[in-house]
Nanobody
């Protein structure tokens, strides 16, 4: 069982930056593939970025060049640096952990991009 707690969301102006954090419980965090997803009102949840246990990263096209995912296995954390934010990035952002077919979700953190 893994518990995930997100933080770092908030209100930011277009063009601004935010850094999201996800803290995970458990001693086998380094084995998990981690990801950030988002869900905007009336839309399906979608993958934003992922990072494997080996550190390989993957990004959805709509955030490439603007967002960076990273992990710190010593601290059991994964973060998402979001730059050049756009109004369409407004959504609840969720942290996800995957290992051996099991998946876990955090409670989500709201990101609002508005002037």
């Amino acid at each position: 069982q893994v518990q995930l707690v997100e933080s770092g969301g908030g209100l930011v102006q277009p063009g601004g930056s935010l850094r999201l954090f996800c803290a995970a419980s458990g001693s086998i965090f380094s084995f998990y593939s981690m990801g950030w997803y988002r869900q905007a009102p009336g839309k399906q949840r979608e993958l934003v970025a992922g990072i494997t246990s080996g550190g390989r990263t993957d990004y959805s096209d709509f955030v490439k060049g603007r967002f960076t995912i990273s992990r710190d296995n010593a601290k059991n954390t994964v973060s998402l640096q979001m730059n050049s934010l756009k109004p369409e990035d407004t959504a609840v952002y969720y942290c996800n952990a995957q290992w051996l077919g099991l998946g876990y979700w955090g409670q989500g953190t709201q990101v609002t991009v508005s002037s």
